[in-house]
């Protein structure tokens, strides 16, 4: 009898370890993630659909407390127009403008100045954060005037640029770059800083030159801190274009809003309220797109 239940005992055990083969594939089918699924895991369409779906419902509350102030007249006209009067000064400024100046060319010459100063921006900013962030000597010699220059308003600088470089473009584009240059070389330090050194010391095991160093393990891991640097500056960059061109400037968004608030046309400083905050919406979501492409792993 114990001879016979040996065999027994050898096959049950056979069985069961044929049967754990059988199903340890179905399992880690189940487990192990498909490739190509990370949107699917991370849950990111169905995330976006919702933001946007926020946003529209949002938009449209926002639009319908608009127009019920403005039929109960709660408001006075003079400080809030209704909606329609706002879709009408828009029609009337793309048929014929404003003093003499049409939208589309105070939209692109507002954009232009902008990319002008945000672009020398980033490229001077990205470069002096790296090598603060990489010496500490150079870093002694840059900050304090980083430091001096970081907490005086952009604004203050607009009557010494007038008088230095007059009402041209220049002055605009060296108040955008004296706004955002700080945002983008601290942003580039931190990110720099922010590198593990372990990383740095495997590269630089692995036989990694200065410059593979630079281009292929501190540049892509200080990206995502850099990104952000350029969203905030963007914000910062309309603020001061929009200022400069209240003072200085005889074209542009922010001259069609002073303009047509010493003539008390409401219903046109709305509508460059309106451009400005597009554009500069527009300009955010260019900033997410490139960064999206640039540094995809950014969040996961």
Known sequence: MPHERQPIASDRSNTLSASAEDESPKTAAKVLPRPGGAGKRYGLPSALESQWLYSVLVLLFSLGVWQLLATLHLVSPLALPAPQTVLQQLQTLLTSGFAGKSLFEDIWVSALRIASGFAIAVLIGVPIGMLMAWSNPIFQVIDPFLQFIRPVPPLSYIPLLVVWFGIGELPKVILILLGTLPVIIISTISGVR?????????????????????????????????????????????????????????????????????????????????????????????????????????GH
């Not at 914000?235 to 069609?256: K, M, Q, R």
């Not at 809003?257 to 260019?286: H, K, N, R, S, T």
């Open 194 to 298: 922010a590198i593990p050194p372990q990383r740095i010391r495997v590269a630089q095991s692995l036989g990694a030159t200065p410059l593979q160093l630079f281009r292929y393990t501190i540049l892509p891991s200080a990206l995502p801190e850099i990104f952000t640097g350029m969203r905030v500056g963007i914000g910062i960059a309309w603020s001061c274009l929009v200022a400069a061109e209240f003072i200085a400037a005889d074209v542009g968004l922010g001259w069609l809003v002073q303009d047509a608030g010493q003539e008390l046309q409401v219903g046109i400083i709305f509508v460059g309220i309106i451009c400005i905050g597009l554009l500069g919406y527009l300009m955010e979501l260019v900033i997410r797109l490139i960064e999206r492409l640039v540094v995809p792993w950014k």
